[in-house]
């Protein structure tokens, strides 16, 4: 039986329907299964964070790989069908929100712990900031998510995709998009593509960075007045602008450009130099 017949015979079996409020479209493609489970880098040695598991798809695969599986869910139609499928002390599943659980709790004695994931489109970005934000112990991060949002978090500067979560991801970690996902591999069929981008997560920062709220204050000021010169929005704050001027003269950086000109680097420099440290 394949995946795509499992995934009907399991939502018939259960009288069910993917719901659309929880963002669930079911992943109905073995080939893109395996991919995934090869390279995410899976050993049985990694306790693997899977969020939003749904109908067990991945989880199946990921419990013939790893030491353990954390499945979190905030539908309890996919509780049951989940306690139901797997019987076994390897499969630990959470019933509740991941952007209220815990983590720490849940993985301060699991060793070696990776997130695979087909994320909820919904909420992917609160989801990608809260386990980079929170410095979780995660060595990397492997997730499925619209495509439009993993070319923004993988792209280079001076192209229109490239945003404040690009910089703030790349800050964090270290980001590829690993698999191209067309739409019709999931059941219902959404309107966009996808893909899976695994974050390899840094143990330190990709750029050292002496004052972290300044600095993530200049990327927010940047980009949420992008169409503006660097010389205005990076003054939208609390910075006056002959000082922003001052500094950009200093390192070099044309004043005309807009936010998506800047790198990571320069974002760091300008920051640091704001607050005295460079």
């Not at 399991?10 to 991919?35: H, M, P, T, W």
């Not at 270290?174 to 840094?202: G, H, Q, T, Y």
């Amino acid at each position: 039986m394949n995946l795509y017949e499992e995934t009907r015979m399991l939502l018939n079996q259960y009288g069910l329907r993917a719901n659309k409020r929880l963002g669930q479209n079911f992943l109905i493609s073995d080939e893109i299964v395996e991919q995934i489970i090869e390279k995410s880098e899976i050993t049985e040695n990694d306790t693997i964070i899977e969020i939003g598991p749904g109908l067990g798809t991945l989880t199946k695969a990921l419990l013939e790989k790893s030491k353990k599986v954390i499945a979190i869910e905030l539908d309890p139609n996919m509780v049951d069908i989940l306690k139901n499928r797997f019987i076994t002390d390897k499969l630990e599943i959470i019933y509740g929100d991941v952007l209220k659980v815990d983590l720490n709790e849940i993985i301060a004695n699991e060793g070696s712990v990776k997130v695979v994931a087909n994320l909820p489109y919904y909420i992917t970005t609160p989801i990608l900031m809260k386990l980079l934000e929170e410095r979780y112990a995660l060595k990397s991060i492997t997730v499925m998510v619209q495509k439009e949002v993993g070319e923004r978090i993988c792209s280079e500067p001076g192209i229109k995709e490239y945003g404040a979560i690009t910089v703030t991801t790349n800050y964090y970690s270290a980001p590829k998009i690993i698999i191209d996902v067309p739409r019709e591999n999931f059941l219902p069929s959404p309107e966009v593509d996808s893909c899976v981008m695994k974050l390899d997560v840094l143990e330190k920062p990709s750029v050292m960075v002496a004052n972290e709220k300044v600095f993530f204050e200049l990327i927010r000021n940047g980009f949420n007045h992008r169409r503006k010169t660097i010389s205005n929005s990076l003054a939208s704050g609390n910075v006056p602008k002959e000082k922003i001027m001052q500094v950009l003269g200093e390192l070099g950086i044309d004043e005309k450009l807009r936010a998506e000109d800047l790198s990571i680097e320069d974002y760091a420099n300008i920051a640091n130099r704001l607050v005295g440290a460079a």
